[in-house]
């Protein structure tokens, strides 16, 4: 099973296209990097998957004049909705997952620090890099979770 995942940023979106091997709880890292916000440039990587996996993005700040959205969870909204449309428009399955449900499978723990996601991706990984940015950690992680919720349930 080929995952494309992506977690969404307000500039640019890390991405990891990973192979979901044996046991469901390894996988293979086939590529990874960021990527801009031209539906172009996602099209390109949607074309092998198998099911793409976005970080759905959510976030409310809250400050001293009540709740409000930041720019910044716009920007990453309006990416994650066009990878979607462009994964749905090539009939590639999208599955969106939250960051504290990906985390909590991956890590084992809702509110995982960068740190444990480091650790455990690099953990359940093959072919790592040495040197990845927390946003590519991010759509491996989410992508490690989809492909083992996805497998399971295709299974089932």
């Known amino acids: 099973t080929i995952i494309?995942?992506?977690d969404p940023g307000s500039k640019s979106s890390g991405w990891a296209e990973l192979e979901v091997v044996g046991s469901p709880m390894t996988a293979?890292?086939?590529a990874c990097g960021e990527v801009g916000h031209h539906p172009d440039v996602w099209r390109e990587r949607i074309a092998g998957a198998n099911v793409v996996a976005i970080e759905r993005v959510r976030g409310v700040v809250y400050g001293?004049?009540?709740a409000g959205?930041?720019?910044h969870l716009l920007d990453a909204s309006w990416a994650c909705g066009g990878i979607s449309a462009a994964a749905t428009?090539?009939?590639v399955p999208v599955v969106d997952m939250p960051a504290v449900e990906w985390r909590r499978i991956v890590c084992g723990r809702p509110n995982?620090?960068?740190a444990l996601?480091?650790?455990a991706v690099t953990r359940l990984v093959k072919d790592m890099p040495v040197r990845t940015n927390s946003h590519v950690r991010d759509a491996i992680g989410c992508g490690l979770a989809v492909g083992w919720t996805?497998?399971?349930a295709r299974v089932a």
């Open 4 to 6: 494309l995942a992506f």
């Open 28 to 30: 293979r890292l086939r």
């Open 64 to 66: 001293i004049k009540g």
């Open 69 to 71: 959205i930041v720019p």
């Open 89 to 91: 428009l090539a009939g």
């Open 112 to 114: 995982a620090s960068d």
């Open 117 to 119: 996601v480091k650790s």
């Open 150 to 152: 996805w497998r399971k």
